[in-house]
């Protein structure tokens, strides 16, 4: 049996049986807890999916994270030049696969001549359309699509071919792209990205978010109680030094740091290490 085989016969298990410890929530559960700011869980997101052992930003971590039971994945979304959203968070393809150049300047099929890497190790994995990702969360899990193009009318148009307003959120600090998808439909879901206080203010009154995505450098019980007043949950990242100490026997101070003002939203590259935790916290479902 080939290796190409066996990877698929493995992932097709990982993904079909449910986790030995934990049992996935569905995506209609995640939400209601998602839009009920006055409950006591915290919310795990996964950064680019779970791409530990995966390419970030492909359909395996995608996988993964719905086979954990994680909340949210966080997911990186441009445009071909022929109209086809992908998943792809840098500006140039040569970090994650093994070719180079813009993917916004390549069609679809020229992307799909490369594969993924992960850990600088070619993969079998080819860069998946925002269609795939969307149909496989359907019904299980919560996406942050990340907005990394100014090309927002393809991505709009598949969240609604695949009838996935109902788990997707917009994410961009530029606040003009946000304008336009709450022009589309004032029912999206949308996350700004505040960087002060007077911003994430500024955020709550232009668009009446669900989450505001907040930092470190204005994280205080006064942010927080603004947002949670408002009717939003609050998002911060444990990405970089948080995630380290997660990974190591001081993980309550990495929590104690990201709980200290009342987040109760919270992206990490660690989303299976940190779910335990708040379980074992009593902080999520």
Do not use: C
């Amino acid at each position: 049996m080939n290796h190409r085989i066996i990877v698929a016969i493995v992932g097709a298990a990982l993904f079909m049986g449910t986790a030995s410890t934990m049992t996935p929530r569905r995506a209609k559960e995640i939400k209601k807890d998602f839009l009920t700011t006055t409950s006591n869980s915290v919310l795990v997101a996964s950064h680019r999916a779970v791409h530990h052992v995966y390419p970030e930003n492909s359909i395996p971590a995608v996988k993964e994270a719905i086979r954990l039971g994680i909340d949210i994945i966080e997911i990186d979304v441009k445009v071909s030049s022929d109209g086809v959203p992908v998943l792809m968070h840098d500006g140039k393809i040569d970090r994650t696969t093994n070719g180079k150049g813009n993917p916004e300047t390549m069609t679809f099929a020229q992307l799909q001549t490369y594969n993924l890497v992960v850990k600088g190790a070619k993969t079998e994995e080819k860069i998946p359309t925002l269609e795939e990702v969307l149909r496989l969360a359907k019904g299980r899990i919560l996406v942050d699509l990340d907005l990394k193009t100014d090309k927002l009318g393809p991505i709009i148009d598949v969240v609604k071919k695949t009838k996935t307003e109902d788990i997707v959120f917009y994410f961009d600090s530029d606040y003009n792209a946000l304008h336009f998808v709450d022009k589309v439909d004032k029912k999206y879901m949308l996350m700004p990205r505040a960087h002060s206080q007077a911003m994430a203010d500024s955020a709550i009154t232009l668009f009446k978010p669900e989450v505001v995505h907040i930092d470190f450098s204005f994280y205080t019980p006064e942010v927080v109680s603004l947002i949670k007043k408002r009717g939003a949950r609050v998002w911060i990242n444990a990405l970089g030094p948080i995630d380290i100490l997660l990974r190591t026997e001081r993980r309550d101070e990495a929590l104690d740091k990201l709980l200290k003002h009342g987040a109760n939203v919270i992206q990490t590259d660690e989303p299976e290490l940190l779910l335990k935790l708040l379980k074992d916290k009593g902080l999520h479902i």
